[in-house]
């Protein structure tokens, strides 16, 4: 079974402050797929990034950069020089590889505030 | 414009009647799937559709049926609904299936928010 944590179930930081956004996976694929995903107030699903478990290099964009670490399974996410637009719940998600696990399993979110 | 549709956007209904939400995509993609938001559990998978009529259960199957007659359709029918499906449910879409090591990105319908009585 494959599972993600998302510890952190809230967060606040003032606009303009950087913030990490924890991701913990859970899976006993060799390959596998994480994802991010924002929805912001307005309640869409918006989708950010997608990794795969063997490509380990950091990705990043704009403000936005990703962490993945196989070693520690975890996939966080940071936002850098926070802005007000950022506030939303993001979601972390997990895939298993092409023909025996395309289920997607979502972390339970963390909530983002960025407070102007 | 390249789109998810969900339909109805709002149900509110009474336990046992059966009900059938409606989801269509125009991009021709091979890959949908359902998934259910609970406060507090996050996003979980109910069903989902490689390709015409190739489904499998996600995580939360129980009392939810789907069917996948074309490419563009992918419907999620409860068949007796119970308070406890009470939920926003979204679906969603992508080129190929999300298990291959070309990513694609997952498009998502804008959410059907259903309260069983």
């Known amino acids: 079974a494959q599972k993600v944590t998302q510890a952190q179930t809230e967060i606040s930081v003032v606009e303009k402050e950087d913030v990490t956004l924890d991701c913990v996976y859970e899976t006993r694929d060799t390959t596998y797929y994480l994802f991010w995903y924002k929805q912001p107030p307005s309640g869409e699903l918006v989708f950010l990034i997608r990794?795969?478990?063997?490509?380990?290099q950091n990705e990043i964009s704009g403000r936005y950069s990703w962490n993945f670490q196989k070693s520690t399974s975890s996939f966080n996410f940071t936002i850098t020089a926070s802005q007000v637009v950022d506030s939303a719940v993001y979601f972390c998600?997990?895939?298993?590889?092409?023909?025996?696990?395309?289920?997607?399993?979502f972390g339970t979110g963390t909530r983002l505030t960025i407070i102007p | 414009e390249a789109q998810v549709t969900q339909n109805p956007r709002y149900l509110i209904t009474v336990t046992g009647k059966k009900l059938t939400v409606t989801c269509s995509q125009n991009?021709?993609?091979?890959?949908m799937s359902w998934y259910r938001q609970d406060p507090g559990l996050g996003l979980r998978q109910i069903y989902y559709s490689m390709n015409v009529e190739v489904t499998d259960k996600g995580d939360v199957p129980e009392g939810y049926k789907v069917s996948r007659k074309e490419k563009r359709n992918f419907p999620l029918i409860l068949e007796s609904p119970s308070p406890n499906q009470t939920s926003l449910y979204f679906c969603?879409?992508?080129?190929?299936?999300?298990?291959?090591?070309?990513?694609?990105?997952?498009?998502f319908g804008p959410g059907t928010r259903l309260l069983v009585l």
């Open positions: 990794r795969n478990s063997f490509d380990e």
């Open positions: 991009m021709n993609h091979e890959y």
């Open positions: 969603a879409s992508s080129l190929k299936r999300l298990g291959r090591p070309k990513g694609e990105t997952q498009y």
């Open positions: 998600a997990l895939s298993g590889p092409s023909f025996g696990n395309e289920k997607l399993t």
